[in-house]
C-alpha cells in the first residue's frame, strides 16, 4: 500500500511516518533524509543540495524524481511505502502518477492540519541527533543536558533550516509550491485531512485505525 503524508515542514509527519512504517514493515521513505545523509556523505548530490536545503529552498524537481526512480527500485518497496517529504511541488506529483501508473496508484493522501504559529514554535524548538536523526523537542522532550543523544551518544544539534529566519522561508515556498498539492489530491479523490496539532500519541493512534482501514 502506497500512502504520501503531506503537510507543511513541522506537522508532525515525518515522526508518525516512521512509527507507522515500523508498525506495519514498509519502509518510510523521506527524500529530506535522503538528501541529508547525501550532504553528510559529501556526494556530488550532497553539494548540489546543500546550500539550498540551508536557505529553506527546494531542491530541483529533476534531482528529486531521480532519486525517488533510483529509491523505488530497492527491494523493500514491493509491499509499500510511506513517502514523507515528496511530493512537494505539482511537477513531482504528476511525474509520480506517470511513474506508478495505474497498477500501483497511490492509495490515500493523509494532510497534517497545524496552525502557522504551532508550526514555528515547533520547529525552532526541534533539535535532531546529527547521527542518528532523532528528533528532540526542547519542550516536550528535551534532549540529555549534555546534548549527547539518548539512544545513540551522537551529537544533538539545531537543523540549520530549523533557524527562524529559515523556517519562514520554508513556510513561505511551502504554501506557494506544496499546499497546492491539497486540491490536486482531492480532485483524485484520495486526500484524508487529519488534525496534526494534537499529541504525537492521539495522532498516532488515529493513523493506525485509519492504516487498518485502508489496508482492507
Ligand atoms: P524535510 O526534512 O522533508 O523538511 O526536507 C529538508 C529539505 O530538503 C527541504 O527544505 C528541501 O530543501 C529538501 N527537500 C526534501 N524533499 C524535497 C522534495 N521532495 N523536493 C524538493 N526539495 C526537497
Known amino acids: 500500500m502506497q500512502t504520501i503524508f503531506l503537510g507543511a515542514p513541522g506537522c508532525g509527519k515525518g515522526t508518525q511516518a516512521s512509527v507507522l512504517a515500523e508498525k506495519f514493515s514498509i519502509p518510510q521513505i523521506s527524500t529530506g533524509d535522503i538528501l541529508r545523509k547525501a550532504v553528510k556523505d559529501g556526494t556530488e548530490l550532497g553539494k548540489k543540495a546543500k546550500a539550498i536545503m540551508d536557505a529553506g529552498g527546494l531542491v530541483s524537481d529533476e534531482i528529486i524524481i531521480d532519486l525517488i526512480k533510483e529509491r523505488f527500485n530497492q527491494p523493500d518497496c514491493s509491499k509499500g511505502y510511506i513517502l514523507d517529504g515528496f511530493p512537494r511541488t505539482i511537477t ?6 506517470k511513474l506508478l501508473g495505474s497498477k500501483s496508484p497511490i492509495k490515500a493522501v493523509i494532510y497534517f492540519d497545524v496552525q ?5 514554535k515547533r520547529l525552532t524548538s526541534r533539535r535532531t541527533c546529527s547521527s542518528c ?3 528532540y523537542n526542547m519542550f ?7 546534548m549527547e543523544c539518548k539512544f545513540c551518544g551522537g551529537k544533538v544539534i539545531q537543523r540549520d533550516d530549523d533557524k527562524e529566519a529559515t523556517v519562514r522561508n520554508r513556510l513561505v515556498v511551502y504554501k506557494e509550491k506544496t499546499e497546492p498539492l491539497k486540491n490536486y489530491y482531492e480532485k483524485q479523490d484520495k ?3 487529519i488534525d496534526g496539532a ?3 500519541e492521539q495522532v498516532r493512534t488515529e493513523l493506525i485505525e485509519l492504516y487498518k482501514k485502508l489496508a482492507h
Do not use: F
Not at 516536550?140 to 549534555?146: E, H, I, R, V
Open 92 to 97: 513531482q506529483a504528476e511525474n509520480l502518477d
Open 116 to 120: 502557522e504559529d504551532e508550526i514555528v
Open 133 to 135: 536523526g532523532y528528533n
Open 140 to 146: 516536550t522532550d528535551p534532549p540529555p543536558a549534555g
Open 191 to 193: 486526500l484524508i485531512v
Open 198 to 200: 494534537r499529541s504525537v
